[in-house]
């Protein structure tokens, strides 16, 4: 969850009743995490993947980052 976003405590709370879940919280970031802080919101992927042996290839990188910055880009022009 974005560190702003309502859903922190209630994904901490989730978190919590199950062993398996994890939950984190993304800097600069609201409820819309990787529309607001797509570099946190890789980290935090990121993160959780390399802790349980995977990685991120660098291909779907660009191309997440891609569409996330086309998304940002989209909203920005929205709210205008």
């Known amino acids: 969850a974005g560190e702003e976003s309502w859903m922190v405590e209630p994904s901490q709370r989730m978190a919590r009743l199950n062993p398996q879940a994890r939950s984190g919280t993304v800097p600069h970031a609201g409820h819309l995490v990787p ?3 797509p570099t946190g ?3 935090a992927v990121r993160g959780f993947l390399e ?3 995977g990685t991120l290839a660098p291909r779907v990188r660009r191309e997440v980052r891609n569409k996330l910055e ?3 880009k989209q909203l920005a022009a929205r709210s205008r």
Do not use: Y
């Open 35 to 37: 529309l607001d802080n």
């Open 41 to 43: 919101f890789l980290a």
């Open 51 to 53: 802790a349980r042996g």
């Open 70 to 72: 086309t998304g940002r």
